[in-house]
């Protein structure tokens, strides 16, 4: 499986970008309407999140998510082909200097599924003094699992398994940045916090707050925009600065709130194949931190 996916890789780095994205958009097609990928969710995800989207406008915001979702399975299988500067000029950091006045601590990155995300956490880590663990789930397939590990190592970006994440917060005693995609459904729901997202009680993992609070690690907050197909911009932005000085449940709500925002912004570059809101608020849960900035 791994020399298939060099060999695919190999050929889509011959492709010159107009081509590339042709081919992408052919992809995007055949999952849209051939396979009818995840359709059905995707459908019930812009309706909750656009509650007055019309026919037309789910048609048009589906097809550019089925866009989105190529483009990043072909941008992040092409990284096998990029130089560092290729990247680069494919990724503008805004805002980074934020990371600056935290160069000698610990920090907590929190980021999301939107647009694509793996080539945003692989800039990131070149932009940065200290070094950027990646929190993943390691894939079933060894070898798919490290080439895939390799392929991000290649820039820089170091990855951490999900089950080793405290323990190496705790032995790690230099400043490092943890990223943490943070907008999944929770497994465990009497642990999760639950905040009003998009009007509905939602599971937030909790693991950010936690480890923020136990090491006091400010909290960093990233957005990804699409400028065109192959240009993304990264804006960074100061979450929570003393997570120890405020109530408990803060730090997930503004994770929440801007995170919000940033869907609003363009709702097609969310993966929005995933079922978001799947589980339910157990009851006599603690329900949506309301407590305003």
């Given at each position: ?10 050929i889509?780095?011959?492709?010159p970008q107009?081509?590339f994205?042709l081919?992408?958009?052919?992809i ?7 396979v ?12 909750i999140?656009?509650p ?11 097809k550019?998510?089925?866009?989105n979702?190529s483009?990043?399975?072909l941008e992040?299988?092409?990284?096998y082909?990029?130089s ?17 006045k935290?160069?000698?601590q610990k920090?907590?990155l929190?980021t999301?599924h939107?647009?694509n ?5 692989i ?8 070094p950027l663990f ?19 190592a ?5 990855l ?11 032995q790690?005693?230099e400043p490092l940045?943890?990223g943490l ?5 929770p497994l ?8 009003n997202?998009?009007n509905?009680p939602?599971?937030?993992l909790?693991?950010p707050?936690?480890l ?8 960093i907050y ?8 192959g ?5 960074i932005k ?7 000085n ?5 730090i997930t ?5 801007e995170l919000?925002k940033s ?5 097609y ?12 608020m157990p ?7 309301t407590?305003e900035?």
């Open positions: 499986m791994v020399l298939i996916i060099k060999f695919f890789a190999k889509i780095g011959f492709l107009r081509l994205y081919y992408s958009s052919f995007a097609w055949v999952l849209e309407y051939v009818q990928y995840r359709r059905k969710v995707i459908n019930k995800n812009l309706k999140i656009c007055s989207i019309s026919n037309e406008e789910l048609t048009h915001y589906r550019k998510f089925y866009l979702f483009d990043t399975i992040t299988i092409n990284l082909n990029l560092q500067t290729e990247l680069e000029n494919m990724v503008e950091l805004k805002n980074v200097a934020v990371f600056q935290y160069e000698n920090v907590i929190a999301s939107l647009c995300w793996e080539l945003a956490g800039r990131l880590a070149l932009g940065l003094k200290n990646a929190v993943y789930k390691p894939l079933s397939n060894k070898k798919i699992n490290f080439f895939f590990k390799k392929l991000r290649k820039f820089n970006l170091n951490v398994p999900m089950n080793d994440t405290a323990l190496m917060m705790k790690k005693e940045v943890l995609i943070s907008d999944q459904s465990k729901v009497k642990t999760a916090f639950w905040i997202f998009f509905k939602t599971g937030f909790p693991g707050e936690l923020s609070r136990m090491h006091n690690c400010p909290v990233c957005h990804t925009e699409r400028v065109h197909r240009k993304y911009i990264l804006r100061e979450l929570v600065s003393s997570p120890q405020i109530s408990k449940g803060e709500r503004k994770y929440a709130k919000e869907i609003e912004l363009a709702p570059n969310w993966l929005l194949t995933h079922r978001r809101w799947k589980r339910t009851e006599n849960t603690r329900y949506d931190f407590t900035d």
